[in-house]
């Protein structure tokens, strides 16, 4: 039996990394794990989350045997990876926002970073920001109510484009907010939606994430493994005992995912 890939969000955000991850390593099978127990993240504290997402992989690991772990979540990597590093025993793949691209691009040098409240006050993305963008002004603006919609969207549910156009005013409304021209998608569930920031941004700028960056670690990681020869049906899971997950299923099945379970 050829171990999977574990890819773990509180959502369905981590579909956005499983998406690129199948452009390069289309074969390779998939479990799929979305926290729906714990969702949102984004509102947790740093704490809350630091106990949760170590324990909850421990679990999945042992009973999934992974080749490797990909934590598709901006949040529980920002605060969680290294104590799910020091807890596991196998690689891990965490998701760092693309702060570093961004300003690599960015001509006004005013970025934005959009992501959860928690990620955005996280002292990594203090970081993040003094490495790697230290002449660019650095905008933060953090949404719960985004991932809502990209969790919405997934289920064939469209939102409204005000609700859109109201959460980027959040990064444009700011002192600074004239001059930016990219805006990082801290957040694994933003770019399911960025068609609709896309078109709800007051003017063209360009939206940068790191789920290339993070397919190219783990086909890299992975390499040399044999796969099987044609696609598998992945598996996604929830834990959550309310979630609906029918509502679900059509777009879990976009990205592969045909058997969905519960934890
Ligand atoms: N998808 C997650 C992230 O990348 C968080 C969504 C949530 O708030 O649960 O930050």
């Known amino acids: 039996m050829t171990r999977p890939l574990l890819i773990f969000d509180s959502g369905v955000g981590g579909l956005s990394v499983l998406g690129a991850i199948r452009a390069l390593i289309p074969?390779?099978?998939?479990?799929?794990?979305?926290?729906s127990a714990?969702?949102?993240?984004?509102?947790?504290?740093?704490?809350?989350?630091?106990?949760r997402v170590p324990a909850l992989l421990g679990r999945l690991a042992e009973r999934f045997d992974p080749e490797l772990i990909v934590i598709a979540c901006n949040t529980a990597s920002t605060v969680a990876l290294a104590g799910v590093r020091a807890a596991l025993d196998l690689p891990i793949v965490g998701t760092v926002p693309a702060i570093k691209p961004a300003a690599a691009m960015s001509r006004s040098r005013t970025?934005?970073?959009?992501?959860?409240?928690?990620t955005v006050r996280q002292p990594y993305v203090d970081r993040l920001s003094a490495e790697f963008a230290g002449d660019c002004r650095v905008l933060r603006h953090g949404s719960a109510e985004l991932v809502d919609l990209a969790e919405a969207?997934?289920?064939?549910?469209?939102?409204?484009?005000?609700?859109?156009?109201?959460?980027l005013d959040g990064l444009?409304?700011?002192?600074?907010?004239?001059?930016?021209?990219t805006i990082v998608l801290?957040?694994?569930?933003?770019?399911?939606?960025?068609?609709?920031?896309?078109?709800?941004?007051?003017?063209?700028?360009?939206?940068?994430?790191?789920?290339?960056?993070?397919?190219?670690?783990?086909?890299?990681?992975?390499?040399?493994?044999?796969?099987?020869?044609?696609?598998?049906e992945g598996i996604a899971l929830f834990t959550?005992?309310?979630?609906?997950?029918?509502?679900?299923?059509?777009?879990?099945?976009?990205?592969?995912?045909t058997q969905v379970r519960r934890l």
């Not at 970025?111 to 928690?118: N, P």
């Not at 063209?204 to 086909?219: L, Q």
């Open 27 to 35: 074969n390779a099978p998939v479990v799929y794990a979305a926290d």
């Open 38 to 51: 714990g969702y949102p993240y984004g509102t947790k504290s740093a704490a809350e989350i630091e106990a």
């Open 111 to 118: 970025i934005g970073v959009l992501g959860t409240e928690t």
């Open 153 to 167: 969207e997934l289920r064939g549910e469209a939102g409204d484009p005000e609700a859109y156009a109201r959460i």
């Open 172 to 181: 444009f409304g700011q002192e600074g907010g004239e001059s930016l021209d």
């Open 186 to 232: 801290a957040c694994t569930h933003f770019p399911l939606v960025e068609a609709q920031l896309t078109a709800a941004a007051p003017r063209p700028v360009a939206f940068v994430d790191g789920k290339e960056g993070i397919a190219r670690r783990t086909a890299f990681l992975t390499r040399g493994r044999v796969w099987p020869e044609a696609p598998s």
């Open 240 to 257: 959550g005992r309310d979630t609906d997950v029918d509502a679900y299923r059509p777009g879990l099945a976009r990205y592969g995912l």
